[in-house]
């Protein structure tokens, strides 16, 4: 059934030979299997590597305050990402914590193959699959991709979302309109992140529904019936739930750290104050040129949902953002645009300008080894070594009971709770928050470092009269986990 046909509005397809000419290609699908593969396994390595803080929280809730499926909406008083609460009740109390993260395995892998659909009416073969591997080793997504969390599960629907509106558009069906609508629910019930791709959807659509015309009256009746059904889910969604949450805290960065480390992160840069500055500019320079491109030497209109996708909507939700916290990975959904955008932008580029080539090369280059190498140290150092920690501390320590205590109650206890259960049966660890410290205090003091901080341990520590000397360091990279620093009490050993 269709509901309404749009008139012609260009949107890129003229770059590209038709699409049955290109997928058969020879080297194009052999392409696309290798990049999959690549990206599979570097997500399935990464998801073997320590449950964090975050997901151990995450688990908690699903296992202590979950008691049935209702209970994930009103029934949790504190921020979560719904879907990944009710996957975790699902699947029970799992020893192997991989299954908690095979969603975002398969839908952090899942995303290239819904890029390559974005990208192939838009795209030469040779660009396309150099995108799709900037996309398959981009440090930012392998860690999102490969941890219990709504990143990467939101950006494979925000990226669906794209897609099926874009179909609709197209030929008017209402199948693809019920699965933009599915999409954008199921993005934002993954991660509220997925809403700037919603909003910038919503204002492409208002812009192409003006330039085709009709009146006002006809404006209004098709973008209400493309966007009134999530409109009603997000608002009852915010207004009836998301608005009696509390927050768990976390650390207060400055708005100019944040954006300079996502913009190292999306291009393969070190995440290193020596490198933010340069990294905002480069970003900013990048997005901007693509913007021009698309407009002025592609002319598609789909510059206008990247304008709001990558700047506008990130700014208004920074300006209705009333907590101080900010991270990296709040945008991370916008990443697999970025290269999207960047990909066309620089492939249009290289066809009409032979010496330009050099330069979009250098660029490929550029992003392609700086990820590479970003997601090579993040899978050499990890989140941080809370099962060797605890399994350390038990080994060294001649007595069955372990104490130990920490510098942070609930970034340490939380996972020392996760992780002793890993124990063996004669091995028991608990932790001691800091105003149940005995006399003598605690066999073992945790000091931690976050991910968003440089910390080189001292070797010895004075704490409560007690001397504590260091024993071992977990450290942490980049984008997510704790670093864990060991120090042994002196009086007891």
């Known amino acids: 059934m269709k509901w309404h046909r749009w008139e012609r509005v260009y949107t890129g397809d003229r770059l590209c030979p038709s699409p049955s000419r290109r997928l058969v290609v020879s080297y194009f699908s052999p392409a696309l299997l290798l990049i999959s593969l690549v990206a599979l396994l570097l997500r399935l390595y990464a998801s073997t590597d320590n449950f964090w803080l975050d997901e151990i929280f995450n688990y908690f809730l699903a296992m202590e305050q979950v008691h049935s499926v209702s209970d994930i909406f009103p029934g949790i008083k504190v921020e979560h990402q719904f879907l990944v609460t009710l996957s975790m009740y699902l699947l029970g109390d799992q020893l192997n914590w991989v299954w908690y993260r095979l969603p975002s395995v398969i839908m952090?892998?899942?995303?290239?193959?819904?890029?390559?659909?974005?990208?192939?009416?838009?795209?030469?073969?040779?660009?396309?699959?150099?995108?799709?591997?900037?996309?398959?080793v981009s440090y930012p997504l392998v860690v999102y991709s490969s941890e219990a969390r709504g990143y990467a599960p939101a950006m494979f629907f925000s990226l669906a979302m794209f897609v099926f509106i874009e179909a609709y558009w197209r030929n008017g069906n209402q199948a693809w309109l019920i699965g933009f609508w599915t999409s954008a629910v199921m993005a934002v019930l993954y991660h509220p992140a997925a809403v700037c791709i919603y909003l910038s959807l919503g204002f492409w659509s208002l812009v192409r529904e003006w330039r085709v015309g009709g009146g006002l009256l006809q404006v209004g009746r098709e973008l209400a019936l493309c966007h009134a059904v999530p409109l009603v889910f997000m608002a009852w969604l915010y207004f009836a739930v998301m608005r009696q949450w509390g927050s768990v805290g976390g650390d207060v960065l400055s708005l100019a750290r944040v954006i300079g480390d996502t913009m190292a992160a999306v291009i393969g840069l070190p995440m290193r104050h020596e490198f933010r500055w340069g990294a905002l500019f480069l970003g900013g320079a990048l997005i901007?040129?693509?913007?021009?491109?698309?407009?002025?030497?592609?002319?598609?209109?789909?510059?206008?949902?990247?304008?709001?996708?990558?700047?506008?909507?990130?700014?208004?939700?920074?300006?209705?953002?009333?907590?101080?916290?900010?991270?990296?990975?709040?945008?991370?959904?916008?990443?697999p645009f970025f290269y999207l955008m960047l990909g066309e932008a620089m492939d249009a580029v290289a066809k009409r300008f032979k010496e330009a080539r050099v330069a979009v090369v250098g660029l490929c280059v550029l992003m392609l080894v700086g990820n590479a190498l970003s997601t090579a140290d993040f899978l050499r150092v990890g989140r941080g070594g809370y099962l060797d920690a605890v399994t350390y501390m038990a080994a060294s320590t001649p007595w069955p009971t372990v104490k130990v205590g920490g510098d942070h109650d609930f970034r340490n206890g939380l996972?020392?709770?996760?992780?002793?259960?890993?124990?063996?049966?004669?091995?028991?660890?608990?932790?001691?928050?800091?105003?149940?410290?005995?006399?003598?205090?605690?066999?073992?003091?945790?000091?931690?470092?976050?991910?968003?901080?440089?910390?080189?341990?001292?070797?010895?520590?004075?704490?409560?009269?007690?001397?504590?000397?260091?024993?071992?360091?977990?450290?942490?990279?980049?984008?997510?986990?704790?670093?864990?620093?060991?120090?042994?009490?002196?009086?007891?050993?």
């Not at 030497?297 to 953002?321: C, E, H, K, Q, T």
Request: charged share 15%; proline share 7%.
């Open 415 to 493: 996972p020392i709770i996760f992780y002793s259960r890993y124990l063996p049966k004669n091995r028991n660890l608990v932790y001691l928050r800091l105003d149940a410290w005995p006399p003598e205090g605690p066999d073992w003091l945790l000091i931690h470092n976050t991910c968003n901080e440089t910390f080189v341990p001292m070797p010895v520590v004075k704490v409560r009269g007690g001397i504590y000397r260091l024993a071992k360091s977990y450290p942490v990279l980049g984008l997510s986990g704790v670093g864990l620093h060991l120090y042994r009490n002196d009086s007891r050993f």
């Open 108 to 136: 952090g892998t899942g995303a290239l193959a819904i890029m390559a659909l974005v990208g192939y009416r838009r795209m030469r073969p040779a660009a396309l699959i150099v995108t799709l591997a900037v996309a398959a």
């Open 288 to 335: 901007a040129s693509g913007l021009v491109i698309l407009a002025r030497l592609v002319r598609s209109d789909i510059w206008i949902f990247y304008l709001s996708a990558l700047l506008l909507a990130p700014v208004l939700m920074l300006g209705i953002n009333s907590r101080p916290y900010l991270y990296v990975r709040y945008f991370v959904v916008l990443f």
